[in-house]
T-cell receptor, first 112, second 118 residues
Framework: LAKTTQPISMDSYEGQEVNITCSHN???????ITWYQQFPSQGPRFIIQ???TKVTNEVASLFIPADRKSSTLSLPRVSLSDTAVYYC?????????????FGRGTQLTVWP | GAVVSQHPSRVICKSGTSVKIECRSL??????MFWYRQFPKQSLMLMAT?????????EQGVEKDKFLINHASLTLSTLTVTSAHPEDSSFYIC??????????????FGPGTRLLVL
């Protein structure tokens, strides 16, 4: 499984757009990129998943450059409730489904 | 969306006792579930894969006799921490593969169980 590197922490203010970048230099051809959000004392929650280019849902956007060695999670107009730890995971779908190896994640703190 | 529940949400026990944690998929079936452990200010660590109708598979370094896993039905997996000690105090989280997000393969996580061993 490809190792991921994320900033340990980020700060933002309400209403701003937040971009969290994840490096995964050793990503394999069959690997997908998935982001999870975790609040204190709760289980992680799926945010978004992508393979290449851009993916957007009602919560976030995921930008993946052509070389796929990094990805950027974009949270539009964050609010205080977006304060959480965000994890970037890279792995092959199918056979490794469910066996997720979490890195340290990025602690996002949103200030009023 | 799919929901995974855990019971209890928190438990306090004395050292040397055993504690059972349940993980249920409420509106879908899961032949496979996963157990994670998370210490304060740390990331989740995968402990084992729970397989319905067969033995669980454990990650390297996880004692299978210490953490007993039983996947008795398509909606229930249990993790029993045997002869618990203070160092077993942690946040235990289960997950199950999502059943219906088209084109997406991901996990639904339970709310977690906080275990404190005195």
């Amino acid at each position: 499984l490809a190792k991921t590197t994320q900033p340990i922490s980020m700060d933002s203010y309400e209403g701003q757009e937040v971009n969290i970048t994840c490096s995964h230099n050793n990503i394999a051809t069959n690997d997908y990129i998935t982001w999870y959000q975790q609040f204190p004392s709760q289980g992680p929650r799926f945010i978004i998943q992508g393979y290449k280019t851009k993916v957007t849902n009602e919560v976030a956007s995921l930008f993946i450059p052509a070389d796929r060695k990094s990805s950027t999670l974009s949270l539009p107009r964050v609010s205080l409730s977006d304060t959480a730890v965000y994890y970037c995971l890279v792995g092959e779908r199918g056979s490794t489904l469910g066996r997720l190896y979490f890195g340290r994640g990025t602690q996002l703190t949103v200030w009023p | 969306g799919a929901v995974v529940s855990q019971h209890p949400s928190r438990v306090i026990c004395k050292s040397g006792t055993s504690v059972k944690i349940e993980c249920r998929s409420l509106d879908f079936q899961a032949t496979t579930m996963f157990w994670y452990r998370q210490f304060p200010k740390q990331s989740l660590m995968l402990m084992a894969t729970s397989n319905e109708g067969s033995k669980a598979t454990y990650e390297q370094g996880v004692e299978k006799d210490k953490f007993l896993i039983n996947h008795a039905s398509l909606t229930l997996s249990t993790l029993t921490v045997t002869s618990a000690h203070p160092e077993d105090s942690s946040f235990y989280i289960c997950s199950a593969p999502n059943p219906g997000l088209a084109g997406i393969e991901t996990q639904y996580f339970g709310p977690g169980t906080r275990l404190l061993v005195l």
